[in-house]
């Protein structure tokens, strides 16, 4: 039997019947674009073509994963851990995470409120999965990490924005959290440092919505995969887990940045002790289980190598800041918050004339230089802002900010 196929419009039809009429779904339908992979997948064409681009786009650590970890990952190959293993993770690093709680931030976590995840972003999917109801609202910061919306729309959830900017410090305070609380509203996500401002939220703050929040019976969710990235001296938030304000708060963490295991795909969340159970059995219908050789891999992040090595590299970061801030003061735009922790800029380019996606197009055609439009991150105030990632060594950063200068110059003369 033959069948003819044949595409119209960009769909897949079987003959005269489309087996896929209701494809592609609400979701993937309403779902936008991830925007910085969009300008990464353009810098790659164009790298492809022989032009040498400078990324500042992509918050991925440029340097290779410690030779501690790469070491112990060979190991594991070799010792055979290339199976599934427990869909919690394997107990070894469940221990070893809890074991850093305890002794880097004196916070008493016990391994089995501990779900080692295929990344952050599969600790962030398992969450959703068993918190959220469809029609359940989430209240989330504006600008913030684009793919928490996909995450709570995935299983029927509603994201709810919540405008931030430079007068609370790029983080919501409690009085925006009960302003935009309804009686749909489940739980909050918190970020810090966060994404794309390198913002962190102050204890104070943070434990007074923890407490609006809990005398709701809602969650807090806390996004923590920049801890460790925090540069500034003296500051409480440097040793410290939003645990510390309450044990029973959820914290999603990830080995990718701090310990620069991107690639690897590795994470972890902790949650209270209701929730393991469920979110055990989401992980075994979902995706089994995390990499087995990243995990044995993990185990040598927490060596003392691997934090000698990751430190730093959170050195040089810290330098990347301050060179990359300054430049972009110079090259005249504006930086409201010079960041506290994470590895990013979020930069004011209104003075620039044009819109921050014409901004960030113009700069990647005709300047090699990739950076990802505030569109990404939001609606508020997002065409006045584009995101740098301090990610490229010190001598790109200073290239690329030249080119950011003649950039802004020259579309100023255009105005």
């Known amino acids: 039997m033959k069948f003819l196929c044949v595409v119209v419009s960009g769909r897949l039809r079987f003959g005269k019947e489309d087996p896929l009429k209701n494809a592609p779904s609400k979701w993937a ?76 931030f004196g916070t008493n976590i016990e391994s089995s409120r501990i779900a080692v995840t295929s990344g952050a972003s599969g600790a962030l999917n398992l969450l959703s999965s068993v918190l959220l109801n469809p029609g359940d609202q989430v209240l989330m910061s504006d600008p913030g990490y684009p793919c928490n919306e996909a995450f709570v729309r995935l299983v029927g959830g509603e994201p709810i924005r919540m405008p931030v900017d430079e007068s609370t410090g790029y983080q919501p305070t ?22 794309p401002t390198g913002a962190l939220i102050q204890t104070a703050q943070l434990e007074a919505i923890n407490d609006f929040v809990v005398e709701r019976q809602g969650f807090v969710m ?58 055990e059995r989401a992980a075994q219908n979902l995706y089994i289980a995390p990499s087995a050789v990243a995990q044995y891999a993990a185990l040598a992040a927490y060596s003392r190598e691997g934090f000698r090595v990751s430190e730093e590299r959170r050195l040089r970061f810290q330098r990347r800041r301050d060179l990359m801030y300054e430049g972009l003061l110079d090259a005249g735009l504006g930086v409201p918050l010079k960041p506290e922790g994470a590895c990013y800029l979020y930069a004011n380019i209104s003075s ?37 990632a301090y990610t490229a060594n010190e001598q790109d950063i200073r290239r690329g900010l030249e080119q950011v200068g003649q950039a802004v110059r020259r579309f100023q003369n255009e105005v």
């Open 29 to 104: 339908r309403r779902q936008p674009s991830f925007k910085v992979m969009e300008v990464l997948k353009r810098a790659r064409e164009l790298e492809h073509e022989g032009r040498r681009v400078i990324h500042f786009e992509v918050g991925e650590p440029d340097f290779p994963t410690a030779s501690v970890i790469v070491e112990a990952g060979k190991r594991a190959l070799d010792d055979g851990h290339t199976g599934y293993t427990e869909a919690l993770g394997i107990p070894e690093l469940r221990d070893a995470i809890a074991d850093d709680y305890r002794s880097r």
């Open 174 to 195: 409690v009085e925006t959290v009960k302003e935009d609380w309804t009686a749909d509203t489940v739980g909050v996500i918190l970020a810090t440092p966060s994404n």
């Open 222 to 279: 806390v996004d923590e995969i920049y801890q460790g990235l925090v540069y500034e001296p003296g500051m409480d938030e440097v040793a410290t887990t939003s645990l510390a304000i309450d044990s029973e708060l959820i914290v999603v963490n990830s080995f990718s940045k701090y310990f620069g295991m991107t690639g690897w795909r590795l994470g972890w969340c902790v949650v209270p002790d209701l929730l393991i159970e469920a979110l």
């Open 352 to 388: 620039s004339g044009i819109d921050a996606e014409t901004f960030s197009a113009r700069l990647l055609e005709e300047y090699q230089v990739a950076v990802t439009p505030g569109t990404d991150f939001g609606s508020y105030r997002a065409q006045d802002h584009v995101r740098f």
